[in-house]
């Protein structure tokens, strides 16, 4: 709402503005306020979530998980079983199956078992992960 006062000068018979004042219609304070606070929580709300989709999938990866390929996981148990000069020299290694038949997942220290045939023995070998990046140990067949 502007208000304005007019006064008129009786010697030159000019109309001469002399004050003006403006007030806001309280709505409309109410709803600017609400507006500028919506603007705020929203931009808070959009920097949080960028926070947790950089952590989530970048780094440290909450929510990326790294499998080892089952099948490639004893085709390497078995190789090592079997190689005279880095592994343990093993012979007649078959049926090697290793966690179930279900992919592992990838995490520095966790463990997975294989179960083996070694000269027609059945025997089990413990794998156990040395990064998150798939290195893993074979360990002595029991």
Do not use: H
Not at 74 to 87: F, K, R
Request: charged share 20%.
């Amino acid at each position: 709402m502007t208000t304005l006062q007019q006064t008129a000068d009786v010697a030159t018979g000019r109309t001469v503005q002399a004050s003006r004042s403006t007030t806001l219609n309280p709505l409309a304070t109410v709803a600017l306020a609400a507006a500028v606070v919506g603007g705020i929580v929203g931009l808070l709300a959009a920097i949080i979530v960028a926070v947790v989709l950089v952590l989530g999938f970048w780094k440290p990866g909450f929510f990326v998980t790294t499998k080892l390929d089952v099948n490639a996981a004893q085709t390497g148990v078995q190789q090592i079983l079997t190689d005279e000069a880095n592994g343990y020299g093993a012979k007649n290694v078959k049926d090697v199956k290793c966690n179930d038949g279900s992919s592992p997942t990838v995490k520095k220290g966790s463990t997975f078992d294989c179960e083996v045939s070694i000269d027609g023995t059945k025997r089990k070998v413990t794998v156990t992960f040395q990064d998150d990046n798939g290195t893993y140990e074979v360990g002595r067949p029991k």
